[in-house]
């Protein structure tokens, strides 16, 4: 595939009506999901932090992984499907830019990972075996990635 070729789907999302009314919108909405987009991730990024220390022994011993699974599985869900909607829509504003940034696909793939892991950890949090902590650490780290490449997305 050249530089200039882009999946038909791709294509098809960069001439929708919704990409063109958002590249249409006043600036402050771009701002708005923006900060949408990020705050949900944040709530994500926190909610998946706390059950991942717990997981790999770090903090809030007090409490079994299960219970903290159970009570922070709203904000987690919140904030990735938050998250979610809101990158979709950023994603409309330039579609053909983004989907040609490397990083972007970067992110995507981690930000995948993230969603299959945290499920999985958010189910198996009540066992503390070895690859319950390893599959945490990992997400942990993969955070920080995906944080990493979402704010060069829009430098490169």
């Known amino acids: 595939m050249s530089v200039h070729t882009h999946p ?3 294509e098809w999302l960069a001439h929708t009506s919704v990409a063109h009314a ?20 944040a709530l ?6 706390v059950l991942d220390l717990r997981l790999v022994g770090i903090g809030l011993r007090a409490s079994s992984a299960a219970n903290i699974a159970k009570n922070l ?10 998250g979610l909607l809101s990158g979709l829509w950023l994603f409309t504003a330039d579609v053909l ?9 970067t992110k995507l793939v981690l930000l ?3 969603t299959l892991a945290q499920t999985w950890l958010l189910y198996g949090a009540k066992n ?4 319950v902590r390893t599959v945490a650490a990992l997400t942990v780290l993969t955070w920080f990635a995906t944080i990493i490449a979402g704010r060069l997305i829009g430098l490169i």
Do not use: C, R
């Not at 994500?44 to 932090?49: E, H, P, Q, R, Y």
């Open 44 to 49: 994500a990024f926190g909610t998946s932090l």
């Open 8 to 10: 038909a789907l791709i």
């Open 22 to 41: 958002f590249n249409e919108a006043d600036p402050w909405i771009f701002a708005a999901v923006m900060s949408i987009h990020l705050l949900s991730l």
């Open 112 to 114: 995948i990972f993230i």
């Open 97 to 105: 830019k983004f989907w040609a940034n490397p990083v972007f696909k």
């Open 128 to 131: 503390n075996a070895a690859p």
């Open 73 to 82: 599985q709203p904000y987690l869900l919140t904030g990735l499907s938050v």
